[in-house]
């Protein structure tokens, strides 16, 4: 009874502070992306750009994770996909993600390195300072992302600069995709390989 009791007070203490997060999230969306009909998001989702217009959400999304463009990074989701929790979408060039995408918690998509790979460029940086705008993605190697439609990527996955995945291909969870990704096969491991050739209908 207690229990029952405990659970209801904690609902109505925390109810109202998830929805003001929820608010939240969804007034930066609205900031920076254009969103689709039926749109949701949650209390852990966050989208952040330099401009807005840059980042563009189909019809009947969930994103639960965090979308980042910087520069004139560009990305655009197609309808009926999902992100879910933890999982970094950033661009600074482009990443296009096609309709009926279901991407796992805590997958990294970047079109960048996030910084120059040169030693001492990366010396100067932090001799600089950490907030520097040698920094910004821009300064950094970057190539188009292209997910195909109807694609699924594994939790803790990594899709690197340049990549194409296929449509109706599976990213095996814990993969590092570094290469291209032919339609319907299932790719895993780091580096990421081809293990299995799907049946296409």
């Known amino acids: 009874m207690m229990k029952g009791l405990y659970g209801k007070i904690r609902a109505k203490i925390y109810t109202p502070r998830l929805m003001v997060q929820k608010m939240r999230a969804a007034r930066h969306f609205k900031k920076y992306a254009d969103t689709g009909e039926d749109f949701v998001c949650s209390q852990t989702s966050d989208c952040l750009a330099d401009r807005p217009g840059l980042i563009t959400i189909g019809n009947h999304c969930e994103i639960h994770g965090k979308l980042i463009s910087m520069a004139d990074g560009r990305i655009e989701i197609g309808g009926d996909s999902c992100i879910y929790r933890d999982t970094v979408i950033g661009s600074v060039e482009s990443i296009r993600i096609g309709r009926y995408a279901v991407i796992s918690n805590h997958v990294h998509i970047y079109d960048n390195n996030n910084h120059p790979t040169d030693p001492e460029t990366r010396k100067k940086m932090t001799v600089e300072g950490f907030h520097t705008p040698a920094w910004r993605w821009e300064n950094s190697e970057h ?59």
């Open 143 to 201: 190539a188009p992302i292209v997910i195909g439609d109807n694609v699924w990527i594994g939790e803790y996955s990594a899709i690197l600069k340049g990549v194409t995945i296929g449509e109706g291909s599976i990213v095996a969870s814990h993969s590092v995709v570094t290469k291209d990704v032919p339609p319907y096969t299932i790719a895993a491991g780091n580096p990421a390989r081809i293990v299995k050739h799907l049946e296409a209908k």
